[in-house]
């Protein structure tokens, strides 16, 4: 039977433990007010509102409250139902089960052999001990993010001369915009076509297939973009390089997080951002590699050419090697194929034990999910529900300011703004190097900064940061060229990277982690559409008005520009965003249960303790952060004290 749990206030010993029984009121199976809501949330309550407070309750974890007898029996059935009637299949399952319900505590289930108590142990005291085809997996999802992160950067060198030879490198408002199109077609076909594919493509070739399809595209696109011979032609190309992007970012994280241990996974999904800050370094490689290539009799800026069409050499690797991976174990289980996943996941794991261990835990996810349906519409829920919205704003605005911190303006146009600072057309592409080497390097720190600091803190840290980083950018374009060309030139540089330094552990990784953790399982899917179509839109006006904003503005106008929005950011997070590290989805449920106005205030609240606590140097109580007491509607943090204290740092 599944459990929920009632939180009780602070002074209570612990929390009690009730049952909860499928299709009765969950407020009358505990006693409680069915109307002690905030009242704010009160119109949004409705006869299914019930269901779906138990959703993440019954999905934390299913198997709490069953016996070791029983689960031995649950997991024996489910082998034999699915066809994995095999007398150590069976016994795998028997175990996997047991396992199942508390992964961590495996001395205490009966039978294991001293070889699968010695994988268990190991397991989480040595993490990265992994079978090889576990590490192929990780080796391609690392590569896929790199594909992703050459596909943007070698734009930054090939438009310096493909510009002038198409006739729109002028100053003038239909050079600049034409300019901004074609470099932000990709992500303007992922904002409105691409992250739309990711589930017919997912639900018709697997994830495997889903990941060919696309760096199949990727290296044509990429060829395409190295033989075209208009700016029109130029946008059409580089228009349909964004049906391979947008499928291929939603979908790699997700086989990832599939197919990866659970000691491992968070790490593994995190590298996408480490491994896209490789391929954006990739990019600007490329352009140094083919700078100084001449042309040959008959063709014309064969070197951009080559810039343009190198990024389709990553892409080509992973469809050598997509299919000697295991599909993903969960997307077999949800083609009704159980004995494929089983086998699959054996492949991925030391001991048969460890695989049912895994496919079993996933099967009970999936049919607490459908038992927790509420038949409603689920994009209408992202809305209606408060929990969701919030959870919907929050996501939101860290999408949005991923973007408009400024740094695709950097990744796409470092080379050019160097080159208007009085760089040389290669003085500037080795500038632009040097900015892709620093985001890569300070962005594997963020695997573990993103779960000692906290997502929030890290932002409230370094949209600050960035902001006077872009400042101090734009305003070295005021030191004097003719007599102070040498300071002049290390200044912008220096800014730049020190803006690469800050947002690669803050800004960079966060927002993707956030918004998939903060949704709801019933919606999550819809969510994370949303905010990956979000990112990639905003992408895409970032990239199409940074040369007319340029030209407009100046440089100094046009990076005080982006140090403003990311003081804009700095508000928003403080205000709207609360912290979502270390949380079990029940506690999410809470945390983002909080009224809009009560987690307003408590960010209004840190602003004075930091002045006090950190520039003041004074003895002050810290903030307590405020969280609804579960099933009670009632806020905790200020006079019911929360089980944790966030210092604002």
């Not at 174990?329 to 049912?356: D, E, I, T």
């Not at 100094?556 to 403003?564: K, M, P």
Request: charged share 15%.
């Amino acid at each position: 039977m599944a459990r929920i749990f009632k939180t009780r206030k602070q002074d209570s010993p612990s929390a009690e433990c009730v049952d909860f029984i499928p299709g009765q009121n969950a407020h009358e199976q505990q006693g409680d007010d069915p109307t002690e809501v905030p009242l704010d949330d009160q119109a949004a309550v409705t006869a299914a509102e019930p269901a779906r407070e138990n959703i993440n309750a019954k999905t934390g974890n299913p198997l709490t409250g069953f016996g070791l007898e029983t689960l031995e029996d649950m997991g024996a059935r489910y082998a034999r139902r699915y066809g994995m009637s095999e007398e150590g299949d069976i016994r795998a399952f028997q175990k996997g089960a047991c396992l199942a319900q508390d992964p961590t505590n495996y001395r205490r289930v009966p039978g294991l052999t001293g070889g699968e108590l010695e994988i268990l142990g190991n397991e989480f005291e040595n993490r990265w001990s992994q079978p090889k085809l576990m590490y192929a997996v990780i080796v391609l999802c690392s590569i896929c993010a790199a594909v992703q992160g050459m596909d943007e950067a070698v734009v930054n060198g090939g438009q310096i001369f493909y510009t002038e030879q198409f006739g729109i490198g002028g100053k003038d408002p239909r050079s600049t915009w034409l300019t901004g199109l074609c470099n932000s077609a990709p992500y303007l076909c992922s904002a409105i076509l691409g992250c739309w594919l990711t589930v017919p493509f997912n639900n018709h070739f697997g994830r495997r297939g889903t990941i060919f399809a696309c760096c199949s595209l990727l290296a044509l696109t990429c060829i395409w973009q190295g033989f075209v011979n208009s700016w029109w032609h130029m946008f059409i190309a580089r228009f349909c390089l964004g049906l391979g992007i947008g499928p291929m970012s939603a979908t790699v994280p997700i086989y990832a997080a599939e197919t990866a241990p659970p000691a491992i996974r968070g790490a593994l999904v995190m590298q996408w951002q480490v491994w896209t800050a490789f391929g954006i370094m990739l990019g600007y490689v490329s352009d140094l590699m083919f700078f100084k290539v001449t042309d040959p009799e008959a063709v014309v800026g064969l070197n951009w050419r080559l810039m343009m069409a190198s990024a389709m050499f990553p892409a080509l690797i992973v469809t050598c090697f997509v299919f000697l991976c295991p599909e993903s174990p969960r997307w077999y289980m949800s083609k009704g194929q159980h004995c494929k996943a089983y086998r699959a996941m054996c492949k991925l794991r030391f001991s048969n034990v460890q695989a049912a261990r895994d496919v079993y835990y996933m099967q009970t996810l999936l049919e607490a999910e459908h038992e927790s349906e509420t038949s409603r519409n689920k994009i209408l829920e992202l809305v209606a529900v408060p929990r969701n919205r919030r959870a919907m704003l929050a996501s939101q605005i860290v999408m949005f300011m991923q973007q408009f911190c400024g740094v695709n303006v950097i990744a796409y146009y470092s080379s050019q703004i160097f080159i208007d600072a009085k760089f040389t057309e290669i003085s500037a592409l080795a500038a632009s190097l040097g900015f892709g080497i620093i985001n890569w390097i300070f962005a594997i720190p963020a695997i573990y900064t993103i779960d000692t600091f906290g997502r929030r803190n890290l932002l409230l840290i370094t949209f600050p940061l960035m902001s006077l980083s872009l400042f101090f950018t734009g305003f070295s374009f005021w030191i004097p060229e003719d007599t102070m060309h040498t300071a002049r030139v290390a200044c912008i540089a220096l800014g730049i990277y020190l803006f690469g330094i800050v947002y690669s552990p803050g800004a960079g990784p966060v927002p993707f982690t956030y918004s998939a953790e903060a949704y709801p399982l019933y919606v999550r899917s819809y969510g994370m559409s949303l905010a990956t179509a979000t990112t990639w839109f905003f992408n895409f006006i970032l990239a199409i008005t940074w040369p007319s904003l340029l030209a407009a503005f100046s440089a100094q106008g046009a990076f005080g520009w982006y140090g403003a929005w990311n003081i804009v950011g700095f508000v928003l997070v403080l205000l709207f965003v609360p912290e979502t590290k270390g949380k079990t989805l029940e506690e999410l449920d809470q945390v983002f249960s909080v009224p809009t106005g009560t987690l307003c205030a408590y960010g209004m609240r840190q602003v004075p303790y930091f002045i006090r606590r950190f520039v003041l140097r004074q003895k002050v109580e810290p903030v307590r952060i405020p969280e609804m007491g579960a099933r009670t509607g009632g806020i905790r943090g200020d006079s019911e004290y929360s089980h944790e204290v966030e210092k604002s740092v």
